[in-house]
């Protein structure tokens, strides 16, 4: 009981302050440090990749907008999914993929260990907050991981293919209503290699995928 009063404070604490500097107030960030966020966010609207997949993604993965991910996944502040889905969603309300009819928002998983461990998936949050400001509907659990990946950060080509073959399998769908698109949503896009996977896996079972969002995306081409 005492042990949960403390970490319910001292989370309420650690919100009260800015992740990337520690000052206060904010919300989750200090005014100073959005504005720098802000400074990331990328003039190139969606790009057509391999696959018929459409990218668009919010900024570049640089300082300070690596440093916000990092935050949520990495230091657990949640909150931090709130900007960040709301900013790409406006994003989108500007550039939005053009499609017959309003897609679904699949957030890429994580596997079930994974999750446990760090008790979300930040691309959940990112994708819920993203349907918030845009209205879409979103399908939390339209895929599962069903195999557990090396991070693909360091990874060759052929080793990302790899590591990723096989990691994806449908979710759950209540009513599938197929006549809509699907849109992906994941936090970073490097190579595509993950998201062309989970794709791969929608698209076999009849589904369209029109696109993938991301908060951010890596400049080269690693
Ligand atoms: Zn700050």
Redo the contacts with the bound molecule.
């Keep these: 009981m005492w042990s949960q009063a403390t970490a319910a404070l001292s989370q309420l604490w650690l919100a009260a302050r800015?992740?990337?500097?520690?000052?206060s107030p904010?919300q989750p960030?200090?005014?100073?440090?959005?504005r720098?966020i802000q400074a990331c966010h990328t003039a190139t609207p969606a790009t057509l990749e391999a696959d018929a997949l459409t990218v668009l993604s919010w900024g570049r993965y640089e300082r300070p907008l690596k440093g916000a991910i990092a935050a949520l996944k990495y230091d657990g502040h949640r909150t931090v999914a709130d900007p960040l889905g709301r900013a790409l969603g406006e994003w989108w309300q500007q550039h939005p993929i053009p499609t017959r009819q309003p897609p679904w928002v699949v957030p890429i998983p994580l596997h079930e260990a994974k999750q446990r461990q760090r008790g979300f998936n930040q691309a959940a949050l990112i994708a819920a907050a993203f349907c918030r400001q845009t209205g879409l509907p979103l399908q939390a659990n339209g895929l599962r991981r069903q195999r557990a990946t090396l991070p693909q950060f360091g990874l060759g080509a052929a080793e990302r293919q790899e590591n990723v073959a096989n990691a994806f399998a449908m979710g759950h769908w209540p009513r599938p209503q197929r006549q809509r698109p699907i849109v992906l949503l994941d936090d970073i896009y490097t190579t595509g290699t993950t998201v062309r996977a989970a794709a791969t896996v929608l698209r076999r079972a009849g589904w369209s995928v029109c696109g993938v969002v991301t908060v951010a995306r890596t400049q080269s081409d690693q």
Excluded at 29 to 34: G, I, T
């Design positions: 800015c992740p990337l500097c520690d000052r904010a960030f200090c005014d100073s440090c959005w720098q």
